[in-house]
């Protein structure tokens, strides 16, 4: 722990005593630095900022125009903050201040750059160290211009609809995602979750039991990549949990003190957007652990990545259970969802059945909604009613595809207005900034013919996207892109790594004009040497190349090496691929001022695009807003395209309340997107019905009969009928799950120390708990681990309790004991899958059928198909045929003992005593 306090301390986390303690220590260190270092900074601990920042976040915000104030006050992007420089040319000096404006008397025009005696422009790299963007919120002489408030008057997609799960969460096979636990001593655990690719941020808080299950299901979503834990005990059944099912899983201690319940609750109030704090300080109120774990994921990530968010900046969001069918870890992975248990890809999986998204925050939110499907009567019927409009129009249908398909992740862009880091180090950092406004314009430019198209929309989840893609603010914001960003490419033929020189207006920072100038004119000199070595050595078929690895260089073909002679003027010649590629002294000089003005330019075009940067930082509730309607419009076209692709094989489901689960020839999705792939094979259908009369429902018989298949086909319709989407069925009429468990597997847990029949008591404990009379529960062989005996004993007495509880249950058995428990309970009933027997082989018809099947005898028959020697075969037949004559023998004498499975016996003995008090 001592080695990680001293990793801590670097990143100036600790008090101000901390300081005095180090340069103590360390001698070399200057005080004078030091103290001006502390002064810089202003204020380092943490409790006296966020003391006097509740008091600044209630004052009245500053509405101070940027014209008004001629200068951005220190929100440059990521706090490209230059000091004044100094430029020489010809023994004059040009003073730049910290906007960029020359203060003196510029003389640009003496600029000879075409002479490569003259120096080129002084490149920048004093660059002075940024201070916080904290201090700069609590400085007394500059006020927060972000803290204006951004008003609305027309309705976001959450106020229209706030029972519609908007954020995204899952990252599929790549772990993006940094996560901070902390836990008390009642078991109660509060998690902050940061999304790398997307900057969201994801907070809550709930109780666990014994055996982590929220936790890991929690986990296995967002699947991290770091997890930041207080000091713990290395015992901690919380981290073995995580240890054995996250191996890849980085643990990362932290400070207690870094778990700041008080302080996570004011930074929770200082980055959110203001639009969504109102709703996550209703729903977050008092969830002291989520506070404290979002304190130490911010200082974490501040301290060891680099990021610094931006005040009302961040989208941050809280997840509850609330208006969301549960769906555990277990189950995701059970049911194959997202990934599939062969190699973790989405092949073979229902998201990959059903995903015909064309945007990535498309495919997110689909993700989302799978995982975590909306149980909400109005919001299912929203969304079924909206795909139905979208299918209506034929024509608008097939011009939104293509639309959105050249929408980009905005997501991805947004997180340059949310974060900032101290300066911008690489050119591909710069490049990337100047690439996402360009992409940003372009996506602005699409979203009137998405507008356009939706206008005759009445559905109130259309009716929202539509608003909220035409928001006077995007005109706005239209408007300053075009006044920044070139909205025309170079009709000349552009190198495509040099595209971005072009993308900033000339007009708009008079440094960067010069610089551009110098990056024409040494392009025309490289171009004219090219003509010249031509000329000269008569290479008529010499053509100059580029590369960001060698810059410039000339290339000829050359087919036979041992006759190809070059002049000495070119040096560095390699040969490859039926040419030579070479160089020259001339070359390498123009090519190597060629390069150093193309990164003055990136880093100009930075600078000077600050003022846009501020601009969009304003209106960032409006981005988010404008992602989110893009994401959910992508995600209905993709539930209305997927009923296009599928013919006349799927049905729009009737949502009720509760009721019945009635399907009429039902198909497995996955499998009926394999079949129609694969024209081969074909996919039978099978009904469904599941009642509060029969709402345990027993299956059985022979193996690969169609059993897993059929309570997995059930479960999957039941998850897509709550996300909206189209079912393929005849008829479907699903009722609302408030929950949906499973067991499905027989193997050992070698990490836990824990068998199979372990595993599987472990996860019917949870189903026990848990399950509520609205919840679907599927159960594939139970008591398979143990004895014969004690397995079916289990299984009777689990299979009693469920009954008793309500829940519309699919339980495969083999256990033909387990049959008569229909007898008992009218709401028990027994199903099979016809299977036939000709001669000693089984034939499958993979019909579910009702009532006890024939075929009880089918093990062997199976071995036999798996190609077991016959020999084998034959004596196991005898040993069966031995074996039932001693047992049919048995019956015979003890007939009256065993008509009941002797665990129904002692549960109507206890029955009886019970009745006799």
């Known amino acids: ?152 008057n027309t309705q976001t997609i959450d106020k229209v609809l706030k029972k519609t799960p908007i954020s995204s969460t899952i990252n599929n096979n790549n772990m993006f995602n940094i996560i901070a636990l902390t836990e008390n001593k009642s078991r109660e655990i509060g998690y902050s979750c940061y999304n790398q690719v997307t900057g969201e941020i994801e907070i809550g808080q709930f109780c666990d039991s014994q055996t982590y299950v929220h936790l890991y299901t929690k986990l296995y979503i967002h699947t991290p990549l770091i997890c930041i834990l207080p000091p713990i005990e290395q015992d901690s059944q919380m981290v073995k949990m995580i240890e054995q099912k996250f191996p890849r899983t980085k643990f990362q201690p932290f400070h207690r003190k870094q778990f700041n319940e008080n302080v996570g609750e004011l930074m929770i109030k200082q980055y959110s957007v203001p639009e969504k704090y109102i709703s996550i300080e209703k729903i977050s109120f008092k969830k002291y652990l989520a506070y404290g774990s979002f304190h130490a994921l911010v200082k ?208 708009i920072e008079p440094l960067l004009d010069v610089c551009k100038k110098t990056f024409f004119e040494t392009n025309d000199d490289i171009n004219a040497l090219s003509k010249h070595y031509q000329e000269v050595y008569k290479l008529s078929s010499l053509k100059i190349q580029y590369s960001t690895t060698r810059g410039h260089y000339f290339s000829l073909p050359c087919k036979n090496k041992s006759l190809f002679h070059l002049p000495d003027i070119f040096i560095k010649s390699t040969f490859a691929n039926q040419k030579c590629t070479f160089t020259s002294e001339d070359l390498i000089s123009l090519s190597r001022r060629n390069k150093e003005v193309f990164e003055e330019i990136i880093l100009l075009s930075v600078q000077s695009i600050e003022k846009l940067v501020y601009t969009y930082r304003l209106s960032i509730s409006d981005l988010f807003n404008i992602s989110e309607s893009i994401s959910l419009l992508d995600y209905l076209m993709s539930l209305a395209n997927y009923v296009v692709l599928s013919s006349d094989s799927v049905v729009c489901p009737e949502i009720y309340s509760s009721g019945p689960i009635g ?90 120390n824990a068998s199979t029949f372990m595993t599987e008591m472990k996860e019917i404990s949870y189903i026990l708990e848990f399950a509520t009379e609205h919840s679907l529960v599927i159960v594939d062989e139970l008591g398979r681990g143990t004895a014969n005996l004690d397995g079916s004993s289990i299984a009777w007495s689990i299979s009693e309790r469920m009954a008793e509880i309500g829940c519309y249950t699919l339980f495969v058995t083999h256990y033909q004991e387990l049959l008569k428990l229909a007898i008992l309970y009218p709401n028990i009933r027994i199903y099979h899958f016809m299977v036939s027997r000709d001669e000693n082989s ?60 002797p665990s129904r016996i002692e549960y109507q003995i206890s029955i009886t005593s019970s009745k006799s008090r």
């Open 300 to 507: 974490y990530l501040e301290g060891f990545h680099d990021v610094n968010f931006v005040n009302q900046c961040v989208n941050i969001s809280f997840s509850g259970c609330e208006r969301t069918m549960i769906i555990d870890g277990e189950t995701i992975k059970n049911l194959e969802l997202i990934r599939n248990n062969y190699d973790g890809s989405r092949k073979y999986t229902l998201l990959d059945s059903i995903n015909k998204t064309k945007t990535a925050q498309g495919t997110r939110l689909l993700i989302s909604n799978i995982v975590q499907p909306p149980n909400d009567l109005v919001t299912i019927k929203l969304r079924q009613d909206a795909i139905k409009e979208l299918l209506s129009d034929e024509t608008i249908f097939n011009s939104l595809v293509p639309v959105l398909s050249k929408i980009g992740d905005i997501d991805k862009i947004l997180i340059s207005f949310s974060q900032t880091k101290k300066k911008i180090t690489s050119i591909k950092k710069a490049e990337s900034l100047i690439k996402q406004f360009i992409e940003i314009k372009k996506i602005f430019e699409i979203l009137p013919k998405i507008v356009d198209l939706l206008k005759s929309k009445e559905n109130a989840l259309l009716k929202s996207i539509n608003r909220n893609l035409s928001k006077p603010i995007i005109n706005q914001l239209l408007k300053e892109n075009h006044r920044f960003i070139n909205e025309k490419t170079p009709t000349l033929k552009v190198i495509s790594s040099t595209k971005i020189v072009y993308s900033i207006k000339d007009g």
């Open 663 to 752: 399907i009429q020839k039902g198909y497995h999705p996955v499998r009926l997107t394999q079949s129609m792939i694969n024209r081969k094979t074909t996919f039978i259908p099978n009904d469904t019905l599941i009642n509060q009369t029969s709402n345990f429902q027993l299956v059985h018989g022979p193996n690969m009969s169609g059993k897993s298949t059929y309570i997995q086909q059930v479960s999957l319709l039941t998850i897509m009928a709550h996300i909206g989407s189209f079912i393929p069925a005849e008829f479907a009429i699903i009722p609302i799950v408030d929950r949906l468990i499973s067991r499905i597997g027989t193997s050992d847990n070698m990490q836990s």
């Open 1 to 152: 722990m001592n080695d990680f306090t001293e990793e801590f301390d670097i990143y100036n986390y600790l008090d101000d005593s901390w300081l005095d303690t180090k340069n103590n220590k360390n001698n070399s260190i200057n005080k004078n630095r030091i103290n001006s270092q502390k002064e810089n900074r202003e204020l380092d601990n943490d409790e006296l900022e966020f003391i006097e920042l509740e008091d600044i976040l209630k004052s009245k915000p500053d509405n101070q125009s940027l014209k008004e104030k001629n200068e951005i006050e220190d929100y440059n992007l990521d706090e490209f903050v230059y000091s004044p420089l100094t430029i020489e040319n010809n023994n004059k000096k040009e003073i730049v201040n910290n906007n960029n404006n020359i203060i003196s008397t510029p003389g640009i025009n003496n600029f000879k750059f075409k002479n490569p005696n003259t120096p080129l422009p002084k490149k920048i790299t004093n660059l002075k160290t940024p201070k916080s963007l904290d201090s700069i919120i609590k400085s007394p002489t500059k006020k927060n211009v972000l803290n204006t408030e951004i008003k609305d």
């Open 842 to 901: 089984l034939n499958y018809k993979y019909l579910l059928n009702e009532g006890v099947s024939d075929i009880t005898r089918y093990g062997i028959d199976i071995a036999e198909l798996a190609e077991i020697d016959q020999r084998v075969i034959d004596a196991a037949r005898i040993i069966r045929n031995s074996l039932d004559d001693i047992n049919n023998n048995d019956n015979s004498n003890n007939r009256d003992e065993i008509d009941y499975h």
